[in-house]
Structure formats: structure tokens, C-alpha cells
């Protein structure tokens, strides 16, 4: 399914605490804050015609296989965590295959038009802003999508009635893990993901390294079980990662590329 948010109904979910951080904000007066802010609402408005954000999403039948998650046409490798008490991995969180129950899992991405971030290359401050604000706007158009699929779509949480402040604690049964972050350090994963979404539909391409085009673009997963829980993979060793690569079908030096960080 594809969604297409107006600027006007994703700005209250941006989460302002990022965007000062991007400024580097932390630690200044709060009316600096505020003038900053002032001036960012003031550009969403001015340009609240010209660019939008897009979603898409699909809730596919889903079950854990090991550190898998396998559906109908899928295989999405994961990582465990090497160190910890348990060693946690994302499929821990989604129904096993030996329990002859479907799961549900949530696969989205998000983005802004790519004009955000190519029509102000003539203006240095007003291109960092904008670029600022498209990233931000990705991020809000996926909380939004996020509690939709929670109250509606997926609608296992559809008495759920949380304040904007509530949603950026996540606060919110389930979790939204993305590909990039600690629990899913491997970028080259936006191409399985791609395989179910498709996400051109969106004006999202590729890189070779699975980076995502637009840069201010999300993409990941949405797990519904009550005790999911954001985690980091940290570091794996040699054995993890040739288990991995050969999950992923892809040879242990083109994943050790990927996960270079996590070695």
C-alpha cells in the first residue's frame, strides 16, 4: 500500500530533538532553539505545496526460522548479538515456524520528494536547511505511518491513544526497527526489502551499496510483539559472519564490506 502525507500532516510528529542536534544546538539557550524551530516551520509552510512525503508498506504472513524470518516468497536474514544476557535477535520476535501459526510483519519505507534536497544548491544555508527538514520529515511520515499500522491497518493496537511526546519515547506496543541502525547494521538488507516493496514506487533507488536515494528516506520492519525491544548487534565474530553471508546467499568478503563496523 502507498501513502502520500502533505507536509501539514506529518510536521507535528517531526521530532525537533534530532534537528537541533543536526545544528548543533545541544547546550544553547532555548530561545536559539526557538528561533531555529520558528524559521523551519516558517519554510514548511512556504514550501508546503511543492514537496510531500510518500510511504509504502505491505503486512505479510511471517514466521522466525532460526535467525530468519520467512514468509511466502521471503527469506530475511538477521544478526544476534554476540554479547548480552539473552542475545538477542529481531526474529526472536516473531513466531516461530515450528509452532504452525502464522506471524504477522510489517515491511515499510518512507521518503520525501528529492527536490528538498536538489532545488537549493544556489543557497548553502537555506539547502542545509531544507535537507535538515526533508530527513525530519521522513522520520515523521514513518511514526505517522507507524501508528496507523498499529491502530488501523494492522490494527493491533486500535484503542491506542498516545500524545506526540508519548510516540518519540516509544512509548507504543511493538517496535520499528530501521535498516541502518544498531539492530539492523546491514544496509545491503534495503535490497531484500526492496524485493518486497518495490520501493521505486516511492522514488526510492538503490545505491550499490544499499544506500537509499533520496538520502532522507527510512526503510525497515514493524514487530507487534509486547516485549520487542530496540537493541544493538555490536561486534560479531568470523563464525557469525560466514553463518550469515551464507544465510544471505552472498560471499564473506562482499558482506564483510557491509558489516565492516560490526567486525
Avoid at 13 to 32: L, Q, R, S, T, V
Avoid at 109 to 134: N, R
Amino acid at each position: 500500500m502507498i501513502i502520500h502525507y502533505p507536509i501539514n500532516a506529518i510536521k507535528s510528529y517531526i521530532n525537533w530533538d534530532y534537528f537541533y542536534y543536526a545544528w548543533g544546538m545541544h547546550g544553547k539557550p532555548d530561545h536559539e532553539k526557538q528561533r531555529l524551530h520558528d524559521e523551519a516551520i516558517q519554510l514548511l509552510e512556504r514550501y508546503q505545496q511543492r514537496y510531500q512525503a510518500h510511504a509504502v508498506f505491505r503486512l505479510l504472513k511471517a514466521n522466525s526460522d532460526g535467525d530468519d524470518i520467512v514468509g511466502e516468497g521471503f527469506r530475511l536474514p538477521f544478526l544476534r548479538q554476540q554479547q548480552g544476557n539473552p542475545c538477542l535477535c529481531i526474529s526472536d520476535f516473531v513466531r516461530p515456524l515450528s509452532s504452525g501459526q502464522p506471524d504477522t510483519l510489517g515491511v515499510f519505507a518512507t521518503t520525501v520528494d528529492s527536490g528538498m534536497e536538489h532545488d537549493f544548491d544556489d543557497d548553502p544555508y537555506l539547502k542545509m536547511m531544507m535537507q535538515l527538514l526533508a530527513d525530519r520529515l521522513a522520520e515523521a511520515a514513518a511514526e505517522r505511518l507507524h501508528k496507523e499500522v498499529r491502530r488501523t491497518y494492522w490494527g493491533y493496537a486500535p484503542a491506542e491513544q498516545l500524545t506526540i511526546d508519548d510516540l518519540h519515547r516509544e512509548t507504543f506496543q511493538g517496535i520499528r526497527p530501521a535498516v541502518g541502525y544498531p539492530s539492523l547494521p546491514d544496509t545491503s538488507l534495503n535490497f531484500l526489502i526492496n524485493d518486497i516493496l518495490d520501493m521505486q514506487q516511492i522514488g526510492i533507488h538503490l545505491t550499490e551499496s544499499g544506500a537509499m536515494r533520496p538520502h532522507a528516506s527510512v526503510s525497515g520492519l514493524m514487530i507487534a510483539h509486547p516485549q520487542s525491544r530496540y537493541f544493538a548487534i555490536g561486534k560479531i565474530d568470523d563464525t557469525q559472519l560466514a553463518d550469515y553471508a551464507k544465510r544471505r546467499g552472498m560471499p564473506i568478503e562482499t558482506v564483510r564490506k557491509f558489516l565492516i563496523a560490526n567486525l
